[in-house]
């Protein structure tokens, strides 16, 4: 079974506000919200990808913190491990691929349709530290 390794981060504004971008057309689940990050290339540890790709997908710098929570999830044929990480940043995310960026409440995260690995993200930022 083909595992693939995805990292996301967690990026907060002043106000509390968690960034989501949206997938662009002609992608795999294209319009659906997520958490930003990618996939890891050969030879990359997840902070390594995560830093990457912050600065390729949103042109920040990015200093990777502690681990929120590693999700799991088994379709036919691949194994998705999406490792999702609190992240602080310097510079202003701007949507570098042309996807569209929105910073939400966390009690509104709900309201973005996203893709099945996502969602226990989101239960896992409404819980109470």
């Given at each position: 079974m083909k595992q693939l390794h995805v990292v996301a981060a967690i990026l907060r504004d002043a106000d509390g506000r968690v960034l989501l971008a949206q997938r662009t057309e002609?992608?795999?689940?294209?319009?659906?919200?997520e958490f930003p990050g990618g996939k890891l290339e050969p030879g990359e540890t997840p902070e390594q990808a995560l830093v990457r790709e912050l600065r390729e997908e949103l042109g920040v710098e990015a200093s990777v913190?502690?681990?929120?929570?590693?999700?799991?999830?088994?379709?036919?044929?691949?194994?998705?491990?999406?490792?999702?990480?609190?992240?602080?940043?310097?510079?202003?995310?701007?949507?570098?691929?042309?996807?569209?960026?929105?910073?939400?409440?966390?009690?509104?995260?709900?309201?973005?349709?996203?893709?099945?690995?996502?969602l226990p993200v989101v239960e896992a930022l409404l819980r109470p530290r």
């Open positions: 002609g992608r795999e689940l294209a319009n659906l919200w913190g502690e681990a929120l929570i590693c999700v799991r999830l088994d379709s036919p044929g691949r194994c998705l491990l999406l490792d999702v990480r609190e992240v602080s940043y310097s510079g202003q995310p701007q949507g570098m691929e042309g996807q569209a960026l929105v910073w939400v409440l966390p009690q509104a995260l709900r309201d973005y349709p996203m893709p099945p690995a996502d």
